[in-house]
């Protein structure tokens, strides 16, 4: 069961991070975490305390920064990387399973993302790991019928050719057409070069 492999694995990770905090701690808790890694073990990062709250940033970008200059962080992130597979998909799917047909069914949103993006809720399919042995083991709770397949379909910068489509913009029309990187094709005419020289 891949949520008690996960969970064994928190309290393993959880019990090494109070060792090289000498003490127990709310890892949940930014603020805790903050005092832990900057108070107390003197971590040296260009590090501000936040306006609202008065306490120091522990953000995933921040962690990721100084992951090399104490074991202590490294170990941060892996703790809360195990925690957001577990609440966002494997604690979560069950919940989301329809009871009619036995299967989870996503919502694909067309008009939710600041960026016009399509994107995929209740679950966010779009966000599942995949680079390391976590991830590899979490597609693995997804199966189909026997004679069903799996699609993947990427709609190779399907916005831009919408957007293209809709301004008649000739250019972009002519480089999706023609096959060329559509970054490449607008970078090479606003620096007037030619397509092989956008480095």
């Known amino acids: 069961n891949i949520a008690l492999d996960l969970h064994e694995k928190l309290s393993i990770i959880e019990k090494e991070i109070y060792r090289l905090a000498e003490e127990e701690f709310n890892i949940n808790s930014p603020k805790k975490v903050g005092e832990i890694l900057f108070d107390k073990l003197q971590i040296p990062a260009k590090v501000k305390k936040t306006k609202t709250n008065k306490q120091y940033s522990t953000s995933e970008d921040l962690l990721q920064s100084i992951k090399d200059k104490h074991p202590i962080i490294p170990l941060l992130l892996d703790y809360r990387g195990i925690k957001k597979l577990l609440g966002t998909y ?14 989870i069914h996503t919502s694909f949103n067309q008009a939710i993302t600041a960026t016009g993006r399509l994107s995929s809720s209740n679950p966010n399919l779009q966000n599942i790991p995949i680079r390391d042995e976590l991830g590899k083991e979490m597609r693995k709770v997804f199966s189909v019928e026997d004679g069903y397949y799996f699609l993947s379909a990427d709609y190779s910068q399907v916005e831009l050719r919408i957007m293209a489509h809709l301004a ?26 030619p397509l092989d020289e956008v480095d």
């Open 90 to 103: 494997i604690e979560a799917f069950p919940l989301l399973i329809n009871k009619e047909t036995g299967k």
């Open 168 to 193: 008649q913009d000739e250019n972009m029309i002519e480089a999706f057409k023609s096959g060329k990187d559509i970054h490449q094709a607008t970078a090479a005419r606003i620096f007037n070069l």
